[in-house]
């Protein structure tokens, strides 16, 4: 089955630690990759995404992201997390063409920062 | 530049009763989408309204629908609300055609006792 998997449902990291929040898709064909941020009682804020092109894509608030193709992956990094970063992450796919512009989620990390 | 709006922001229905959810996009964008967010389920998607039509729809029951008006603002309706439909409801827009970027709007929290 088509799906989007983040293993990681809760991270603690502490201010200034590196951050490695984890993405695997389960689809035939290459989709629109992206991560997603939501602040408590916030929508949704795109970080970064991928269509093509270079495997290594860069974001908003120092955040970045590599595509693996043969592991299916799109793992989202930041070399020093701050304070501010506490936030549920989400990473979504879009299949151009078979699903109709629409969006499918994982099921979100959910990051704490520790001073 | 206004990004997308949704009203109310929260809401407090009991069970069986009907509700509307409004949902403005951002100017220059005929896609409206509506996303469900609720607790363990994740978020999952409702549907897609381009250009006043419905182009996709998620797998939801037919008592979850909506519409899209000629000013591209769009409404969900939910009949006979069940206490499973606690969520948050976000609406999101895009410029139309083939995939473009989504902007999220805060959303709509919906509590059903």
């Known amino acids: 089955a088509q799906s989007v998997t983040q293993p990681d449902i809760h991270i603690t990291v502490s201010e200034g630690a590196s951050l490695e929040l984890r993405c695997n898709y389960s689809?035939?064909?290459?989709?629109?990759l992206f991560w997603y941020v939501q602040s408590p009682g916030q929508g949704l804020q795109l970080l970064l995404k991928?269509?093509?092109?270079?495997?290594l894509v860069q974001g908003i608030k120092g955040f970045e992201a590599e595509f693996k193709r043969s592991q299916s992956s799109f793992n989202l990094r930041k070399p020093s997390v701050h304070w501010s970063d506490a936030a549920e992450y989400f990473c979504?796919?879009?299949?151009?063409?078979?699903?109709?512009?629409?969006?499918?989620f994982g099921g979100g990390t959910r990051v704490l920062v520790k001073p | 530049e206004a990004g997308v709006t949704q009203s109310p922001t929260h809401l407090i229905k009991t069970r069986g009763q009907q509700v509307t959810l409004r949902c403005s996009p951002i100017?220059?964008?005929?896609?409206v989408y509506w996303y469900q967010q609720a607790l363990g389920l994740g978020l999952q998607f409702l549907l897609w309204?381009?250009?006043?039509?419905?182009?996709n729809r998620g797998n939801f029951p037919p008592r979850f629908s909506g519409r899209q008006f000629p000013n591209y603002s769009s409404e969900l309706n939910v009949n006979a609300l069940e206490l499973e439909d606690s969520a948050l409801y976000l609406c999101?827009?895009?410029?139309?055609?083939?995939?473009?970027?989504?902007?999220f709007g805060p959303g709509t929290r919906l509590t059903v006792l």
């Open positions: 999101a827009s895009s410029l139309g055609g083939v995939y473009n970027e989504q902007f």
């Open positions: 689809y035939g064909a290459t989709p629109y």
């Open positions: 991928y269509f093509s092109g270079d495997t």
């Open positions: 979504a796919v879009v299949l151009i063409k078979a699903a109709g512009n629409k969006l499918t």
């Open positions: 100017s220059g964008h005929t896609s």
């Open positions: 309204y381009d250009e006043g039509e419905e182009r």
